[in-house]
């Protein structure tokens, strides 16, 4: 269950990047009109960061291994970035970019709607790509699948 869930977490990592980067190029790209496809594009993106967060919470609460709330767990890199900054990092991330989402739909034109789907998701898309395990991290034993 463990591999499982692993490899879907680190799996649909991939789709929510690609979703982050379609959305933050959709959103310069068609600035000045505003259709149901950009309106699903966008809550389609939220919806699967909000997917991955479920998945890594049972994860985080269940499974891994790679969070352990030993004695001074803290001092241990591996812990400490899966038990705390991982999971602060993204929750973060995904609480902007579901604010940014509902920001958007508030607004009446086109652009503004654009512009605080910009803003919103790209800085969720920094802290996203700032919280993940990249390999080249090796302390952390990420993988890039």
Do not use: C
Request: proline share 1%; aromatic share 14%; net charge positive.
């Amino acid at each position: 269950m463990n591999t499982f869930l692993t490899s879907m977490h680190s799996g649909l990592r991939w789709i929510v990047l690609l979703l982050l980067i379609y959305s933050i190029a959709n959103a310069i790209i068609r600035r000045n009109t505003y259709e149901k496809k950009d309106r699903l594009l966008y809550m389609f993106t939220m919806v699967s960061m909000h997917i991955q967060l479920l998945i890594g919470l049972v994860l985080y609460y269940f499974i891994s291994l790679k969070v352990q709330f030993i004695d001074g767990w803290m001092k241990v890199k591996l812990y400490r970035f899966y038990g705390l900054e991982h999971v602060v990092g993204m929750l973060i991330a995904i609480a902007l970019v579901t604010i940014g989402h509902i920001a958007s739909k508030k607004q009446i034109e086109s652009s503004t709607k654009h512009k605080r789907i910009l803003v919103w998701y790209s800085i969720g898309l920094i802290l996203v790509l700032a919280f993940i395990p990249w390999p080249f991290r090796t302390v952390l034993g990420g993988h890039w699948y």
